[in-house]
């Protein structure tokens, strides 16, 4: 047997929980895959740890002072990581000719750049970053399709449903027989509380998610289902569909990942472990399967898989998504930037967790003029977005004072 061709990868925001989870597989796997670059934020000593690790050629943070940090405590260290900074840093090291992968694993808007610049150098992307899609749908697949780059996707709800669906399922789904998806969602931490409980719920609450662990941001998006609004328009993009096609439903085991239902009635699903290893070792592989290090399901031990419709009045994000997928243009860009600023609030404490989808629904209902034709457009939007939330953040804090609450 020959052995596979090794590849050069590329691991945009390796300190983060999707990062380490790739670095796992891929140290399973020497004889297939070599990191190329590993980049991170300012989580510098762990960065280091990872260059020890790994050898990668370049290693990226944000900021100049912890780039010089690194550079010196590789130095010291004996190892010959390259480092550079910046976001501009980051694009170099997704399109960079030696890079045959990358892992676009950055949390949020930061991570947008970087995705497109591996698009278009027609790189094989595994797209855990979901905001990337939500906010520039369009040109994103786009610039895959030009550069013939091969997309995967990481998001385990869309790595299920690409591997229910067929091998060539590009050109719409009802020219494959496909009826509808159906996109399962755990429901979060408060999916039984009550909605003055929900309202109340503090970072921690709503930080402790009952199957999947993950970065803060995701996190909190799951809690508020938002991140099944921004996945419903993920979804969209990668497989061609129309909202009115993808079906959000809630099941607590997070066992069925995701599912495909065809014209002849037959539903087929991807079931596993609640672990991103699985995800990420099929992005990797493709069209080839490896280990994981991820357990086979134990039915047994499962016993029972429930489903349930979502309850959009509790959860008032979900609905907000798919209205600006139906919207289209800007709109999803505006919810998404919204959200980071009404999370980021939320998480540093100045916003409760009730406010998060009312400072949503107030940006994305304001007028604006805003499009989504370039990238420019879009960071357009995304800055402007960004301003209202902060402006109806001040407003909720004032009027807080106001009634001293
Ligand atoms: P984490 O918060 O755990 O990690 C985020 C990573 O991005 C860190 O390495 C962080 O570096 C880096 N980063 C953050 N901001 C910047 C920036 N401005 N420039 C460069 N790097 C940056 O997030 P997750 O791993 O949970 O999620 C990553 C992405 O994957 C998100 O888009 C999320 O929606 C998606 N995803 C995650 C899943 C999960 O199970 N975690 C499941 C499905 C999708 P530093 O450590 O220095 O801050
Ligand atoms: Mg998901």
């Not at 020890?52 to 130095?75: C, I, K, S």
């Amino acid at each position: 047997m020959t052995s596979p061709a090794l590849q050069r990868v590329t691991v945009l925001g390796s300190t983060g929980s999707i990062g380490k989870s790739t670095l796992d597989v891929i140290a399973r796997h020497p004889e297939r895959y070599r990191v190329f670059a590993l980049a991170a934020h300012t989580s510098k000593e762990a960065l280091f740890e990872q260059c020890q690790a790994h050898h990668p050629e370049v290693a990226v943070l944000a900021g100049a002072d912890d780039a010089a940090w690194l550079a010196r405590a590789l130095e010291d260290a004996g190892l010959s990581t390259q480092v550079s900074f910046g976001a501009e840093a980051l694009c170099a090291v997704a399109r960079d000719e030696r890079v045959d992968t990358v892992m676009a694993a950055i949390v949020g808007a930061a991570g947008l750049m970087p995705a497109l610049a591996a698009a278009e150098a027609g790189k094989r992307i595994l797209l855990a970053n979901k905001e990337a899609l939500v906010m520039s749908g369009a040109l994103f697949m786009d610039a895959v399709a030009r550069s013939n780059a091969t997309l995967l996707p990481i998001d385990s709800e869309h790595n299920a449903i690409y591997q229910c669906l067929p091998a060539e399922h590009r050109g719409g789904l009802a020219r494959h027989g496909v009826r509808k998806l159906l996109l399962t969602a755990s429901g979060g931490p408060f999916r039984q509380w009550s909605a003055a409980d929900i309202d109340a719920a503090t970072p921690e609450q709503a930080c402790a998610h009952p199957n999947w662990s993950m970065g803060r941001k995701i996190s909190v998006d799951s809690a508020t289902l938002m991140n099944k609004g921004l996945e419903l328009i993920e979804a969209c993009w990668l497989f061609d569909a129309h909202p009115d096609h993808i079906q959000v439903v809630v099941h607590p085991q997070s066992v069925v990942h995701s599912m495909a239902a065809f014209d002849d009635g037959s539903v087929i699903a991807q079931l596993g472990n609640p672990d991103m290893r699985t995800p990420i070792a099929y992005g990797l592989a493709w069209p080839e399967r490896i280990d994981s290090g991820v357990e086979t399901l134990d039915l047994f031990q499962i016993a029972r898989l429930d489903f349930e419709a979502p309850d959009e009045v509790r959860f008032p994000c979900l609905r907000l998504a798919r209205e600006a997928m139906q919207q289209g243009g800007a709109a999803p860009a505006i919810l998404n930037a919204a959200n980071e600023v009404a999370v980021e609030a939320f998480l540093s404490g100045q916003l409760r967790f009730g406010g998060i989808a009312e400072v949503v629904a107030g940006v994305v209902q304001a007028p604006h003029a805003h499009r989504a034709d370039s990238v420019e457009a879009i960071l357009a939007a995304d800055q402007w977005a960004r301003e209202q939330a902060s402006l109806l953040l001040e407003t909720a804090r004032s009027s807080e004072n106001q009634t001293g609450g």
